[in-house]
């Protein structure tokens, strides 16, 4: 493998979808504060599922990998997932008018059910290395937009309600979580990466990375014209 991280080879290979992705108008929206609260809420609602299946997509991490110090570096992902950010967003949710027991009954959307039973369905049909890959999109993705809104001159700062979401996603302790997933997926290569494995898992990159931008769209269908 050369000297770049394998997620930087991955982003690097899909620079076009990348950037679709993490500059998308949602995304845009939080960054100049203007996205509709109707469009916000909804992701909030959708992404509450979502966080339900990613832990199982960490759950099954476990169980694919092979070792104790994979297990045990995907098991915390997996605890901070069920245990730290599932609170987190619950509380985060009333913020914005929403209750738990609304978010228990929402009814997942299509662009949902595709990409966590695509994530899910990339681990059970590959190996531990295949399902890190279909995960890193989210899991490294949300921590790379977060620090560049933080960081960015253009980023409205004075009445921006999205301000603790931005805050939230380029804290120390969520760049220390996106490193640790880095590195553990570094780790995973050096048992398991192969050059000619990098077209296929660049495939699942792509196609997990065309995925979260659906998800963002998501929130952008409901308002008018949009769909």
Same mark, same amino acid.
Not at 49 to 74: E, G, P, Q, W
Not at 102 to 118: C, D, F, G, H, I
Not at 179 to 187: P, R, V
């Given at each position: 493998?050369?000297?770049?991280?394998?997620?930087?080879?991955?982003?690097?290979?899909?620079?076009?979808?990348?950037?679709?992705?993490?500059?998308?108008?949602?995304?845009?929206?939080?960054?100049?504060?203007?996205?509709?609260?109707?469009?916000?809420?909804?992701?909030?609602?959708?992404?509450?599922?979502?966080?339900?299946?990613?832990?199982?997509?960490?759950?099954?991490?476990?169980?694919?990998?092979?070792?104790?110090?994979?297990?045990?570096?995907?098991?915390?992902?997996?605890?901070?997932?069920?245990?730290?950010?599932?609170?987190?967003?619950?509380?985060?949710?009333?913020?914005?008018?929403?209750?738990?027991?609304?978010? !228990?009954?929402?009814?997942?959307?299509?662009? +949902?059910? @595709?990409?966590? *039973? #695509?994530?899910? %369905? /990339?681990?059970?049909?590959?190996?531990?290395?295949?399902?890190?890959?279909?995960?890193?999109?989210?899991?490294?993705?949300?921590?790379?937009?977060?620090?560049?809104?933080?960081?960015?001159?253009?980023?409205?700062?004075?009445?921006?309600?999205?301000?603790?979401?931005?805050?939230?996603?380029?804290?120390?302790?969520?760049?220390?979580?996106? !490193?640790?997933?880095?590195?553990?997926?570094? +780790?995973? @290569?050096?048992? *398991? #990466?192969?050059? %000619? /494995?990098?077209?296929?898992?660049?495939?699942?990159?792509?196609?997990?990375?065309?995925?979260?931008?659906?998800?963002?769209?998501?929130?952008?269908?409901?308002?008018?014209?949009?769909?």
């Amino acid at each position: 493998m050369t000297n770049l991280m394998l997620f930087d080879r991955l982003r690097a290979d899909n620079m076009d979808a990348w950037n679709a992705y993490a500059h998308h108008d949602f995304v845009k929206g939080l960054q100049s504060g203007e996205l509709p609260k109707s469009a916000f809420q909804h992701y909030l609602k959708q992404d509450y599922i979502f966080l339900i299946h990613f832990a199982r997509a960490y759950a099954l991490t476990v169980y694919k990998s092979d070792n104790l110090t994979d297990m045990r570096s995907a098991t915390e992902v997996l605890n901070a997932i069920l245990n730290v950010e599932m609170g987190l967003h619950i509380g985060y949710c009333a913020e914005w008018g929403i209750d738990e027991k609304a978010l !228990e009954s929402v009814e997942e959307e299509p662009q +949902n059910m @595709a990409y966590t *039973r #695509y994530v899910l %369905e /990339r681990g059970m049909a590959g190996d531990v290395l295949d399902l890190l890959v279909a995960l890193c999109p989210c899991a490294i993705g949300y921590g790379e937009i977060g620090v560049r809104l933080a960081e960015s001159n253009e980023t409205v700062r004075d009445g921006n309600p999205y301000l603790p979401w931005i805050e939230m996603y380029s804290s120390q302790e969520h760049r220390d979580t996106v !490193e640790g997933i880095k590195a553990h997926l570094d +780790n995973l @290569a050096r048992s *398991r #990466y192969t050059e %000619e /494995r990098f077209p296929e898992l660049s495939k699942t990159f792509l196609s997990a990375t065309k995925l979260e931008a659906e998800f963002w769209q998501m929130g952008l269908n409901i308002l008018p014209g949009k769909s």
